[in-house]
């Protein structure tokens, strides 16, 4: 079973930038998947952006294409998201989620608008505000 530990929220400005973290406490951090959703006030969540580790595939969604950016480290078994030029429709609760497996791009964008996680962290409050 993975935990995860998510963090790196704050309030921001607009145009400004924030680095959240993902912790995932797996035996083998390459056989995962990982996700970044967030989920604003009366919408559903939406899934913004993963990394299959081991594939080394990547997904963005169209809303944070070019603003975001995922990673990840493995000596830390953490997957970053650097969020750059942040907007006041960026405000939400981020979370990470994991699955055990490796996708193609084609599957890890199925994944990721399906939400179909097994695992899910906690949230982190991301508020973009002047």
């Known amino acids: 079973e993975v935990q995860l530990q998510a963090s790196g929220g704050g309030l921001v400005q607009p145009g400004g930038s924030l680095r959240l973290s993902c912790v995932v406490s797996a035996p083998i951090f390459d056989e995962y998947t990982i996700g970044w959703f967030r989920q604003a006030p009366g919408k559903e969540r939406e899934g913004i952006s993963g990394?299959?580790?081991?594939?080394?595939?990547?997904y963005y969604a169209d809303s944070v294409q070019g603003r975001f950016t995922i990673s990840s480290d493995h000596a830390k078994n953490t997957v970053y998201l650097q969020m750059n030029s942040l907007r006041p429709e960026d405000t939400a609760a981020y979370y990470c989620a994991a699955t055990r497996v490796q996708l193609s791009a084609w599957l890890l964008k199925q994944w990721m608008s399906s939400r179909a996680a097994s695992d899910w962290g906690q949230g982190t409050l991301v508020t973009v505000s002047s």
């Open positions: 990394m299959s580790i081991g594939r080394g595939t990547v």
